[in-house]
């Protein structure tokens, strides 16, 4: 029997990408789109892609309207999942693809985000070290941010194998969907195309204490994180380059059987055949990730890139992947490994 | 049980794509994929986004391997399939998606591309009046070239119900994979980008006599067409801008009224509601057409936009419903009319 | 000695063109740089490439900032520079890059702009039949919308000629700056990278009776025009394609004639020679209009394709080509036909 | 009296670029125009950007034909300009923009391009200590890689002042123009319009020696530099992020006055003011270099970030300004700090 799910927050790019790919799961019954501004436009307007979904009329985003789904999927601005999550039951699964339940540390969310900390909900990066089995049977999933999702996969296998130093770099050039569907000045179309910035540099990403928190946990003490993203002339894809200083005595050989022995079963990481470096476009609309390593002796650092598309693997695929382990369902049940490309 | 299919040409765009939207569909086993001067790779080098395929050795396109599938898919240059078809029994359905057999009048085939005409296939646009009917059951199949696509789905119905006068003046925006995966140096990125141009102007591009053959066939009567192909500086998609002088007396209720009716049960054609244009990104990656009507009163004329996946519906997609309705299977089986999008 | 120009709305794309070009225009000395929202904000914030202004603070656009310059660059939203205009002298040669002043029919104003129809002033295409002599010592100048730029300059000499009949089919691609800089999200980056589309179908483009009243003019009787224009994936450049129906007897030895005496001695304006084709890419940046002309015989029409960068030629390029024939300084002066390619 | 250069190698991105700044140099006329496979056919159809060469014909690259130039630019493949420059006399300035005399250490040239090292000479970034006297006079110039220009003008300053420790970690981003014009698949637009991918990871890039040289030059003892380049949908621009640890106890403060004082004089080097950062977009076509500092207490990281246009100032803008100086002229004539935006 189908599961219910609901989208709040389904005219932005995080929603719309959850429908494209609720839309494609044997297992789902769409429910209730909800929007802010946009209630009670039809979906056609917003998403002219979900060509199933066009006549359906956006709700507004409300207890009432939420309720009585088995899966609610939030996609909200930082700040607001907390409010609406609460006057959902416990025996709804929320999925939040926004910030409010990524951080274990309240003064960490202080920091960044400026606001009272909601709590800390099962993370769902299933691929981490004991990423599934805080997954399973849980009523409330915080999916990842793109950034840390693609970082993370790059870089754990090194630390929890103690390959490398504790001081990662790491510069990551996003796609514009990261930056999501608020019309500003520096994302139109002219200002992009043609043109790579950087933004948030210095330590300022929110993203950068996930970073931190995630590659921690994997080392199983404190790694610090120095992280700069870019904007990119694309409108998805995360190109991650995350780097650290090689511990002594570390072989290229060791490098990468830690990573094929990290990843061998995984259906979504992809480590590449030597000679093969990942790019966005072969992700393209997957839930993969694609990732190569190598070892430069000269500079004695650990390269690791990995490659997501930054809405699906790195936003809707995840909460998808995490929302089946949480029903009990297959795990890839609904997403694919493969891109459209060219 | 499962059709066993292969894949001939399986290391260009033509090929990638109908190996992308084969492993999707639940009827289908993949067999062999061939190419010629990358016959011995692993796919995964040529084509990195079909991940599940990326162990794949690539063979000879020759009859040895080619035969003993259910059906056989050619991505070969033009001209070139007819030589491989002949050597595939008349037990197995051949899906030519190059040029060869979509003429009728082996006289424009000769002015066009300068060889000799091998014959005429049923044709693969199952939306035409009477293609349906012309692919059930054969075991050989013509798919259209991608602006004839976009072009005759644009404007078969106005044809059809005499609403324009025969002389249509169509120009039409595609994506660079349209030219295809061999190197040259206008196609480079560094070419295409930020820049439009035309090509094959003034009655050149061989695409014209599909378009005149097609929309004759939906008027009853000789149908002229001047085509102006222009390079877009995106990977896929078509828009196709199509006009003609209207017939006296028609109004914007009777243009509508005749895409309605031609389109109302059509899975892979959407008229849009008044007010929205298609755009391409709303099909990137999907086997829909998205297109829309108006009467410009003042001119005097009709003017229908199309907007199609050129790797899409307009040849791999079409393809696929083609060979779902030849092979008896359900027409939409392993396609979508959701797109990847933004 | 140095003309002193001011130029009023600063902030926005038309305004920054201006100003890049007249900052290496050697006979001109930049005076006030104005912005409505933007006022007070120094250049640099807004217009980042234009290095040398960078520390320059945007006055409010008032007359007393405006008055006491030679000449005043008017960059302001459609309506507005009617107002601005009239408070300053006679003696101040006004440049209107807006449409206000460019329509002679009052009637087509109200029914494109739905507001009083401010006048008509001499009009910037110095290359229309005409156009010089009008424009030789005037204090005010309409500067013409980039798509009239594009279209006119590719059918007037045909019309001029009496080659085609009097009906124009033409489709043309913009880049996003035609859309200017304010934030709507159908101009948002991750909307336009990878996707064309349509708009203003159906006759409904306020570029069309300006385009309507040049052919008109030079055909010396009533020209029609059907208009569609399309949104590109690129920053800058219009590519128009515009057809007409041959006049009987025509020969394309005829048709380039008349362009090659048309244009002979045009310093913008260069028919390509034959088998080349214009792209936008070629025309970046510069002030120069790149086109072709084709006789396709078997459709019985003229198509001829022209490429300009709609911010240069299109924009203030045409606007400072026309303000050195109004101050009789050579026409060319600080106007480049090189483009930024690739 | 103009100067008279030739250009070999006309019909690349480098001898293009070349051609559109001295076409744009008060002191230059522009004499021979060269290529190898394109020798004979007209400017016009390789580059038709540069207008007024349009009718120019290639030349073959031979002595006979640069001979008697006062300079010779030398567009070439890495490894050709030798052969070249040693049958020009003396008394011509040879400035190459290829690699093959920018390396001090036969050693690294050796290891990083395989053939003998063919000498060095005075090096073209007049910005880094002691640039400028080493090109006055001069009759060879080796022209930086465009990756080194972006880079060393982002370190070189932190290691002159002793801020960093000696080990760098860059990540670049870099427009497609700078893997040049020879048709590669990878390079198609198809390939490279929407996607982000490395290249050279791991020390393998040749340009990193380069800038293991002018880094340590700065600091004045050994850096090593960890660079992976990747390669950014666009045709042009590169965005360098540069970090190093900061050394104990340096400040903001500190780092930002080091680079104000670097760069006060620069006419091509920017230091935005805080708050802004570099995109490529905003150097589009000019010489000019965009910079911005940070310094990341958490991480206890220096981030310099860079942009530059790699054709530019990366390449023919850098070329042309140390033209300027080995011939005595202004440093900034016939080069512009404006860029053609958006």
Same mark, same amino acid.
């Given at each position: 029997m189908a599961v219910r799910v609901a989208v709040a927050g389904a005219s932005g790019y995080a929603g719309g990408e959850a429908l494209r790919l609720l839309l494609g799961h044997p297992g789902v019954e769409i429910g209730a789109v909800t929007g802010n $501004?946009? $209630?009670? @436009? %039809?979906l056609g307007v917003l998403q002219p892609h979900l060509v199933p979904l066009a006549d359906r009329i956006l709700e507004a985003t409300t207890a009432e309207v939420l309720g009585g789904h088995d899966v609610v999927f939030l996609a909200l601005?930082?700040? @607001?999942?907390a409010a609406v999550a609460e006057q959902l039951g416990d025996d709804v699964l929320v999925v939040d693809m926004? $910030? &409010?339940?990524?951080? *274990?540390n309240p003064a960490d969310w202080e920091r960044f985000y400026g606001s009272p900390h909601a709590g800390t909900w099962?993370?769902?990066?299933?691929?981490?070290?004991g990423g599934r089995a805080a997954l399973?049977?849980?009523? *409330?999933i915080a999916v990842p941010g793109c950034y840390p999702t693609a970082v993370s996969l790059a870089l754990a296998p090194a630390y929890a194998a103690d390959l490398v130093e504790p001081e990662a770099v790491i510069v990551a050039a996003s796609g514009t969907?990261?930056?999501?569907?608020?019309?500003k000045p520096h994302l139109l179309g002219s200002e992009v195309m043609g043109s790579m910035s950087p933004y948030? =540099?210095?330590?300022?990403? *929110?993203?950068t204490p996930e970073m931190i928190q995630n590659l921690s946990a994997a080392a199983g003490r404190p790694v610090n994180v120095s992280f700069t993203p870019t904007l990119a002339p694309m409108s998805r894809g995360i190109l991650a380059t995350c780097t650290a200083k090689a511990r002594p005595g570390i072989t290229a050989g060791d490098l990468r059987a830690a990573y094929e022995k990290a990843y $061998? &079963?995984? %259906?979504? =990481?992809h480590l590449l055949p030597e000679g093969r470096w990942p790019a966005t476009a072969a992700v393209h609309g997957s839930n993969a990730t694609q990732l190569q390593v190598a070892y430069d002796e000269f500079a004695g650092r650990v390269i690791v890139i990995s490659a997501i598309d930054n809405l699906t693997k790195g936003t809707a695929g995840g909460a998808v992947q995490s929302m089946n382990i949480a029903l009990g369902l297959?795990?890839?049940?609904?997403?694919?490994?493969?891109g459209v490309a060219p």
């Open positions: $501004a946009s $209630a009670g @436009q %039809p601005p930082h700040g @607001q999942s926004g $910030a &409010d339940f990524r951080l *274990r099962p993370y769902g990066l299933p691929e981490l070290p399973e049977g849980s009523k *409330r969907s990261g930056a999501g569907k608020s019309a948030g =540099v210095g330590g300022g990403h *929110r993203h $061998a &079963d995984e %259906p979504f =990481v297959p795990e890839a049940t609904g997403l694919s490994t493969i």
